[in-house]
């Protein structure tokens, strides 16, 4: 971890002084890259609300067993990726998206103290993931200095083997795309930036963990140690020697 040492400023991973209120986190990762464990572990989960669509796949199923509400998801293999798309399709028709953004901003206000600390857990296969949100989150009150992203970099060997454990796995060929399409994003945003990146868009930091379990020390069972890089902070430029180390992550990723 000796070559990381010069980007390891906290055990944590904290944004903007830890504020409790008036932060946006986009938490990008392909499918399988153990984004919940970085965020129960790494970040300051108990201040943020998270949005998570796979969430709420999981509570359709749990309510179409114990009701028969919606028999197209009764029976459904979630080992199965034809089974994973359908369900996908159902969350998508039901609106999902739209209908957890206004419950998770129901009970704030354009105070920034006020204004609750969200994650969006996304894959980032695109910028539209953050375009889709962000005019929305700025009429709020959110500031462009408050966003931020955490992209959970992890060896796609290890992504597949994660994924054969989760209860809801995808297709190799599936997994492989997105984490192909979130690394050309973020090679795009911190190598290129754009209007996605900068004072009009994305002002907060960007963080990149290195999720390999290498990365990760424990010590009797406790982590103790973790490797990630600080790309941005908060209202500044591109940390371009940064962006030289997330680059090797990038290409030792099919290793």
């Known amino acids: 971890m000796l070559t990381f040492q010069k980007y390891l400023e906290e055990r944590l991973i904290i944004v903007n002084g830890g ?87 129901s009970s704030g206000d354009k105070k920034s103290e006020t204004l ?35 992209w959970v970099l992890t060896p796609v060997k290890q992504a597949l083997a994660n994924n054969a454990k989760r209860e809801r796995s995808v297709s190799p060929e599936i997994l492989q795309g997105t984490h192909d399409l979130v690394a050309k994003t973020m090679e795009v945003l911190i190598s290129h930036p754009s209007e996605v990146v900068g004072p009009n868009g994305v002002d907060g930091s960007i963080f990149v963990v290195n999720g390999n379990p290498s990365a990760t020390k424990f010590t009797k069972g406790t982590i103790t140690d973790f490797e990630y890089i600080k790309v941005k902070s908060s209202g500044k430029a591109i940390d371009k020697d940064a962006v030289a180390k997330v680059k090797e992550l990038i290409n030792k990723r099919h290793d």
């Open 19 to 105: 504020k409790r209120y008036g932060q946006i986190i986009w938490m990008a990762g392909g499918a399988g890259s153990g984004k919940g464990f970085v965020q129960k572990h790494f970040l300051e989960g108990d201040k943020f609300k998270t949005r998570d669509v796979d969430e709420y796949k999981r509570l359709f199923l749990k309510l179409n067993s114990l009701t028969g509400k919606y028999p197209e998801l009764a029976n459904l293999n979630l080992k199965n990726p034809d089974d994973v798309s359908t369900l996908h399709a159902f969350v998508k028709r039901m609106g999902v998206k739209d209908k957890s953004f206004d419950l998770l901003f």
């Open 116 to 150: 609750p600390n969200v994650i969006f857990d996304v894959t980032l296969k695109g910028v539209e993931d953050i375009y889709e949100v962000m005019p929305r989150l700025i009429e709020l009150g959110y500031k462009h200095e408050d966003f931020h992203i955490v």
